[in-house]
């Protein structure tokens, strides 16, 4: 896809159209499952676990290892220039378009699943508690720049060159249910611009992307637009999968090298695996990569930019552990902010 650029002198005169807190417990909920289709392109059906991912997945294990603890570190050092800010009507700007949803049976739909980590955490997803949005970048917008040139006909003389950059709709989404009530947000859809214009072909580039792409920055805006005053606490993935990384393979190997007597993943929230924040594993530092590697997976990692790009939002809060369980072929997720 080709990005359109015009360029014209300023002359000529360009119109721009313009329970307890942090408490968790562990008693289990039995419960019905409501599965849906992870997303438009891929739903995990049967996937097989294989005890020799230590060997086939040793490269990008060690990779998400290295990010998890650079995001560890962002978490618990901000870099007070790599700070975020920005108003929910942005999002809108660059393309963004909302839907909510308060319908319970879809509000069940979507967390399906779930249901015995909600009550192990003390909340309650409903039409009361809970609203659904999903955000969709369906509409093209313009970016306007401007550019000083030396004049070719005096020295002393500038020109001013004006260019309009149209960025053309990815049709990305995120989409998630809110719980401003409890503090906590499960996402279960996670497309970002990136990955729609690779998806399309297209090489993603600062001329085809929004302003606003990165999922840490649409979740905090639209958290800090609907529960100002409400410490978020718990995130939830439903149904983890991620298309460009083997993310579930990672989980499988970081599981693995917590307990290697493991066939498959722990099913239900009752057998769960937590993995604990660095520093409570043992004295050995290569305790700690279990956790590192899953916190640099996709999905979690989403959550850790957020924190450490908006310190102000959570004031030296980190993901304190993060637990992982199965359903059947599903995994879930969750981070626990504290």
Not at 181 to 198: C, D, K, N, W
Not at 231 to 259: C, E, H, K, M
Request: proline content about 6%.
């Amino acid at each position: 896809m080709s990005t359109p650029i015009v360029s014209a002198m300023l002359c000529t005169m360009l119109a721009i159209a313009s329970p307890l807190p942090c408490s968790i417990d562990p008693t289990p909920l039995t419960h019905e499952t409501f599965l849906v289709r992870l997303d438009g392109n891929e739903n995990i059906t049967s996937t097989s676990y294989r005890p020799d991912l230590h060997a086939r997945q040793a490269r990008p294990y060690q990779e998400a290892v290295e990010k998890g603890k650079k995001l560890w570190e962002m978490m618990r050092n901000p870099d007070e220039n790599d700070q975020r800010g920005g108003k929910y009507t942005d999002l809108a700007k660059w393309g963004w378009v909302e839907s909510q949803e308060k319908r319970l049976e879809i509000i069940q739909e979507k967390t399906g699943g779930l249901e015995e980590a909600f009550q192990a955490c003390h909340l309650q997803f409903n039409e009361k508690t809970s609203t659904g949005i999903s955000m969709v970048h369906k509409k093209d917008t313009i970016d306007s720049g401007k550019t000083y040139l030396a004049s070719n006909l005096k020295p002393s003389f500038f020109r001013l060159e004006m260019f309009l950059t149209l960025c053309q709709a990815t049709y990305a989404e995120y989409s998630s249910i809110f719980n401003a009530v409890g503090g906590a947000v499960v996402i279960y859809t996670a497309h970002s611009p990136a990955y729609m214009l690779e998806a399309s072909g297209t090489t993603p580039s600062k001329d085809n992307m929004p302003g606003i792409s990165h999922p840490s920055d649409v979740l905090y805006l639209t958290w800090k637009n609907y529960a100002p005053s409400t410490p978020l606490r718990y995130v939830f993935v439903r149904g983890i999968t991620s298309q460009s990384q083997p993310t579930r393979d990672i989980i499988w190997q970081a599981l693995r090298s917590d307990n290697p007597s493991l066939k498959a993943p722990p099913q239900g929230w009752k057998n769960r695996h937590m993995f604990k924040r660095p520093g409570q594993n043992g004295e050995r530092k290569k305790c700690d990569e279990p956790f590192y590697a899953v916190l640099g997976t996709f999905n979690f990692r989403t959550i850790a930019y957020m924190i450490a790009q908006h310190r102000e939002m959570f004031r030296g809060k980190v993901i304190s552990s993060i637990y992982i369980w199965g359903e059947g072929d599903y995994l879930h997720g969750m981070a626990h902010v504290a």
